[in-house]
C-alpha cells in the first residue's frame, strides 16, 4: 500500500437490465444505480484480513475506517474525516481521535473508542496487515469517542497509512464470524443485500439514515468481477457497467470512446519479478545476476503496459507520491551477453533449472520464460487459484514470481514495505541489516538532502543484491460512461464523491 498486492487494486450482479438507463428510454443515465467492476475475486470476506484492492468496494462502503484517503483530480491526495470527525497530534508519538458521536453500526449500536482499540490490536497480530499498525505500541481509550495512539516510533503518514484498517462490530464478530463476514453489521453508508460468491457479484444498498456528513448520492452498486481486461473494455462499451479501470492496450481501445470519459488516476505500484534468494539455485548470487540482465525491461513495458507507464517508473522497485527515485541509483539493463556469461560463473549445470514462474497474467511471465531460456536459464510458467497464489507469496514459498506492489506514500514507507526484514509485503524476504538500519534513520530524518543521500545509499544496497525488477508502472485510468463524474481512484471508487 501502501499495499498493491496489490493489488491489486482493482474492485453487480450479472442481471443490469434497466439499472443504467432513464426507464423513459431518453438514455439518459439514472444516478440512483451505479454498476462497477472487480478485476480480481474477493479472495476473502473477513474485515480484519483486508489486504487487496478487490475487497475494497465491499469494506469502504460497508465498514467505516477513522479517514477516507482522498485522491484530487490532480493526483494529489488528502485526508477526508470518516469515524474520526478531527484529530491532532500531541508529540511525536502520540496522535489522538475523536470519534464522531453519531456514529453508529447497522443495528444501531454505537461505534466506540473501544471497538476501535480493539480493531487496531488485532491488526497487530495478523499477518495479513501487521504492517498496518506497526508503529503502534499502545493505545488508550480517554472516553467513550476518543481514542490515543501511542507510536513506539514516529510515522509520517498517519492517518493516510490507515485507510484499510475497517473498524467491525467487534461483539457480534466475534459471536459468529462466520455469519458475521457474508451478513456484516458495518457503520459506512452502505449494507451489503446481495452476494452471490460463484458469480462474483454483489449488491450494497445506501442506508437511509447513514449518520455520516458527507452521503453518497447514488442508491444502488451493483458490483460485477471481470476478470479479463478485455471483456472488461467490451462491457464499459455496450453499457453493461459504467465504471472500470484500465491501462495498456486496453485503455488505448476506449480512451476515444465519444461514449466514455477517463481520468488517469494514481499510479506508483509495479508490477514487479521477485526473486527468492532464499530457495535454490537463486541463493546463487551470480545467477540472479544473470536474470536482471536477462530481460528486456522496455519490451515488456511495450506488451503489458503499450507505453503508458508512469512517471515514477524505473527497472528498480521503488515509488512514491513525495519523491523521485535518486538520480545515483543503480538500475538494471538488458544485457543477454552478460547474462550468459554470469551463468557460466555461477558454476551451474546449464541449462539452469529455477522453477516455476508464478504470476504474470499480463503475459510477463511468458516474456521472462523466453528471455531466460535465451541465456542459458529454464523456467516454468505455473498459474494459480488466486488465494492459493496469495498463500504462496505471504509464505515466501516460490522461486520467481510476479505480483504488483505494495505501494506507499512516503519514501520511508516503500523502503520499508518492499525491503525491510520480516515486513509482510516484502515477499521474496529481502533483508539486509544496512538496509534496516537506514529505515530506521528515514522514520525520523526531516533534511531533504540527507533524505536523498541515505535513499541512494539502500536503493543501491538494494539492486546489487538483484531480487527486486520492476517489469513497468502501468499508468492507469479510471474510465466511465459520459454522465456521471467520477473522482480519481486510490483504492476502490470513492462513492461519496460519486455524481
Given at each position: 500500500?501502501?499495499?498493491?498486492l496489490?493489488?491489486?487494486?482493482?474492485?453487480?450482479?450479472?442481471?443490469?437490465?434497466?439499472?443504467?438507463?432513464?426507464?423513459?428510454?431518453?438514455?439518459?443515465?439514472?444516478?440512483?444505480?451505479?454498476?462497477?467492476?472487480?478485476?480480481?475475486?474477493?479472495?476473502?470476506?473477513?474485515?480484519?484480513?483486508?489486504?487487496?484492492?478487490?475487497?475494497?468496494?465491499?469494506?469502504?462502503?460497508?465498514?467505516?475506517?477513522?479517514?477516507?484517503?482522498?485522491?484530487?483530480?490532480?493526483?494529489?491526495?488528502?485526508?477526508?474525516?470518516?469515524l474520526?470527525?478531527?484529530?491532532?497530534?500531541?508529540?511525536?508519538?502520540?496522535?489522538?481521535?475523536?470519534?464522531?458521536?453519531?456514529?453508529?453500526?447497522?443495528?444501531?449500536?454505537?461505534?466506540?473508542?473501544?471497538?476501535?482499540?480493539?480493531?487496531?490490536?488485532?491488526?497487530?497480530?495478523?499477518?495479513?496487515?501487521?504492517?498496518?499498525?506497526?508503529?503502534?505500541?499502545?493505545?488508550?481509550?480517554?472516553?467513550?469517542?476518543?481514542?490515543?495512539?501511542?507510536?513506539?516510533?514516529?510515522?509520517?503518514?498517519?492517518?493516510?497509512?490507515?485507510?484499510?484498517?475497517?473498524?467491525?462490530?467487534?461483539?457480534?464478530?466475534?459471536?459468529?464470524?462466520?455469519?458475521?463476514?457474508?451478513?456484516?453489521?458495518?457503520?459506512?453508508?452502505?449494507?451489503?443485500?446481495?452476494?452471490?460468491?460463484?458469480?462474483?457479484?454483489?449488491?450494497?444498498?445506501?442506508?437511509?439514515?447513514?449518520?455520516?456528513?458527507?452521503?453518497?448520492?447514488?442508491?444502488?452498486?451493483?458490483?460485477?468481477t471481470?476478470?479479463?481486461?478485455?471483456?472488461?473494455?467490451?462491457?464499459?462499451?455496450?453499457?453493461?457497467?459504467?465504471?472500470?479501470?484500465?491501462?495498456?492496450?486496453n485503455?488505448?481501445?476506449?480512451?476515444?470512446?465519444?461514449?466514455?470519459?477517463?481520468?488517469?488516476?494514481?499510479?506508483?505500484?509495479?508490477?514487479?519479478?521477485?526473486?527468492?534468494?532464499?530457495t535454490?539455485?537463486?541463493?546463487?548470487?551470480?545467477?540472479r545476476?544473470?536474470?536482471?540482465?536477462?530481460?528486456?525491461?522496455?519490451?515488456?513495458?511495450?506488451?503489458t503496459?503499450?507505453?503508458?507507464?508512469?512517471?515514477?517508473?524505473?527497472?528498480?522497485?521503488?515509488?512514491?507520491?513525495?519523491?523521485?527515485?535518486?538520480?545515483?541509483?543503480?538500475?538494471?539493463?538488458?544485457?543477454?551477453?552478460?547474462?550468459?556469461?554470469l551463468?557460466?560463473?555461477?558454476?551451474?549445470?546449464v541449462?539452469?533449472?529455477?522453477?516455476?514462474?508464478?504470476?504474470?497474467?499480463?503475459?510477463?511471465?511468458?516474456?521472462?520464460?523466453?528471455?531466460?531460456?535465451?541465456?542459458?536459464?529454464?523456467?516454468?510458467?505455473?498459474?494459480?487459484?488466486?488465494?492459493?497464489?496469495?498463500?504462496?507469496?505471504?509464505?515466501?514459498?516460490?522461486?520467481?514470481?510476479?505480483?504488483?506492489?505494495?505501494?506507499?506514500?512516503?519514501?520511508?514507507?516503500?523502503?520499508?514495505?518492499?525491503?525491510?526484514?520480516?515486513?509482510?509485503?516484502?515477499?521474496?524476504?529481502?533483508?539486509?541489516?544496512?538496509?534496516?538500519?537506514?529505515?530506521?534513520?528515514?522514520?525520523?530524518?526531516?533534511?531533504?538532502?540527507?533524505?536523498?543521500?541515505?535513499?541512494?545509499e539502500?536503493?543501491?544496497?538494494?539492486?546489487?543484491?538483484?531480487?527486486?525488477?520492476?517489469?513497468?508502472?502501468?499508468?492507469?485510468?479510471?474510465?466511465?460512461?459520459?454522465?456521471?463524474?467520477?473522482?480519481?481512484?486510490?483504492?476502490?471508487?470513492?462513492m461519496?464523491?460519486?455524481?
Amino acid at each position: 500500500m501502501k499495499r498493491t498486492l496489490a493489488l491489486v487494486l482493482a474492485l453487480l450482479l450479472i442481471c443490469l437490465v434497466g439499472c443504467s438507463t432513464n426507464p423513459n428510454g431518453s438514455g439518459e443515465i439514472a444516478k440512483d444505480t451505479i454498476n462497477l467492476v472487480n478485476t480480481a475475486p474477493i479472495p476473502d470476506y473477513d474485515p480484519l484480513n483486508w489486504y487487496i484492492t478487490s475487497q475494497s468496494t465491499l469494506f469502504t462502503n460497508v465498514y467505516s475506517t477513522l479517514a477516507d484517503v482522498v485522491v484530487n483530480d490532480d493526483l494529489t491526495i488528502s485526508c477526508r474525516p470518516n469515524l474520526a470527525k478531527s484529530w491532532e497530534q500531541e508529540d511525536d508519538l502520540t496522535w489522538v481521535f475523536h470519534l464522531n458521536e453519531n456514529a453508529v453500526y447497522t443495528n444501531g449500536d454505537k461505534v466506540t473508542a473501544e471497538h476501535v482499540k480493539t480493531c487496531f490490536e488485532r491488526h497487530k497480530t495478523n499477518p495479513y496487515t501487521m504492517s498496518y499498525v506497526s508503529m503502534v505500541d499502545s493505545i488508550e481509550v480517554r472516553d467513550e469517542n476518543t481514542v490515543v495512539f501511542h507510536l513506539a516510533y514516529a510515522w509520517p503518514g498517519i492517518p493516510n497509512c490507515w485507510y484499510m484498517v475497517a473498524i467491525y462490530n467487534v461483539d457480534l464478530y466475534d459471536a459468529d464470524k462466520d455469519a458475521y463476514i457474508k451478513n456484516p453489521v458495518g457503520s459506512g453508508p452502505y449494507t451489503l443485500t446481495a452476494l452471490d460468491e460463484t458469480a462474483g457479484t454483489m449488491t450494497l444498498t445506501l442506508k437511509d439514515n447513514w449518520w455520516g456528513e458527507n452521503k453518497p448520492v447514488v442508491k444502488t452498486v451493483n458490483v460485477r468481477t471481470i476478470t479479463d481486461p478485455s471483456t472488461l473494455v467490451i462491457a464499459l462499451q455496450k453499457g453493461e457497467v459504467d465504471v472500470g479501470q484500465l491501462s495498456g492496450t486496453n485503455y488505448s481501445l476506449v480512451k476515444d470512446d465519444p461514449n466514455l470519459e477517463n481520468k488517469q488516476t494514481v499510479s506508483q505500484v509495479p508490477v514487479q519479478l521477485l526473486l527468492n534468494k532464499n530457495t535454490e539455485p537463486l541463493n546463487n548470487d551470480k545467477l540472479r545476476e544473470a536474470i536482471s540482465y536477462a530481460i528486456d525491461y522496455e519490451a515488456i513495458r511495450k506488451v503489458t503496459c503499450s507505453g503508458y507507464v508512469s512517471n515514477k517508473d524505473s527497472t528498480l522497485v521503488f515509488a512514491t507520491l513525495e519523491r523521485e527515485i535518486p538520480s545515483g541509483v543503480q538500475g538494471y539493463e538488458y544485457n543477454p551477453e552478460k547474462a550468459r556469461e554470469l551463468v557460466k560463473e555461477s558454476g551451474l549445470p546449464v541449462p539452469v533449472d529455477v522453477g516455476e514462474i508464478i504470476g504474470g497474467n499480463n503475459g510477463s511471465a511468458e516474456m521472462i520464460q523466453q528471455y531466460l531460456a535465451d541465456v542459458g536459464i529454464s523456467a516454468k510458467v505455473t498459474s494459480y487459484e488466486t488465494n492459493t497464489f496469495v498463500q504462496m507469496l505471504m509464505g515466501g514459498q516460490f522461486g520467481l514470481g510476479i505480483t504488483s506492489g505494495s505501494g506507499g506514500q512516503s519514501a520511508f514507507e516503500n523502503l520499508r514495505n518492499y525491503y525491510g526484514t520480516d515486513q509482510p509485503y516484502n515477499f521474496n524476504k529481502f533483508s539486509n541489516p544496512q538496509v534496516d538500519e537506514i529505515i530506521g534513520k528515514l522514520q525520523v530524518e526531516k533534511d531533504d538532502a540527507e533524505i536523498e543521500r541515505l535513499l541512494t545509499e539502500a536503493l543501491n544496497i538494494v539492486a546489487s543484491e538483484h531480487t527486486n525488477m520492476n517489469l513497468g508502472i502501468p499508468g492507469q485510468f479510471v474510465v466511465f460512461r459520459k454522465g456521471w463524474s467520477i473522482p480519481p481512484v486510490w483504492n476502490g471508487v470513492d462513492m461519496i464523491a460519486v455524481r
